[in-house]
């Protein structure tokens, strides 16, 4: 099992920006994928950002060049460092962990962006 806590949430004006950060613990497997998605209400979850352990990332193309994914591995954390921030970037901001066939989900975490 793997436990993922996501923090870092809030309400932010437009242009504005927050750092998400996600904590994992358990039976973390060295090789693994963690990853940023977004569920707006009545919209489908989708993939903000993702990074390997190796630190190979894919971003969203809505979020290039705003949004940063990092890690430490270290620590077991990844981090989202979202800047220039749009009121189309609301949504609860969920944390995952794949390895293979494992994946875990955090709880998320609601992030609100005024115009």
């Known amino acids: 099992q793997v436990q993922l806590v996501e923090s870092g949430g809030g309400l932010v004006q437009a242009g504005g920006s927050l750092r998400l950060t996600c904590a994992a613990s358990g039976s973390i497997f060295s090789e693994n994928v963690m990853g940023w998605y977004r569920q707006a209400p009545g919209t489908k979850r989708e993939l903000v950002a993702s990074?390997?352990?190796?630190?190979?990332?894919s971003y969203a193309d809505s979020v290039k060049a705003r949004f940063t994914i990092s890690r430490d591995n270290a620590k077991n954390a990844v981090y989202l460092q979202m800047n220039s921030l749009k009121p189309e970037d609301t949504a609860v901001y969920y944390c995952?962990?794949?390895?293979?066939?494992?994946?875990?989900w955090g709880q998320g975490t609601q992030v609100t962006v005024s115009s």
């Open positions: 990074i390997t352990t190796g630190s190979d990332t």
């Open positions: 995952k962990y794949t390895h293979i066939w494992r994946i875990y």
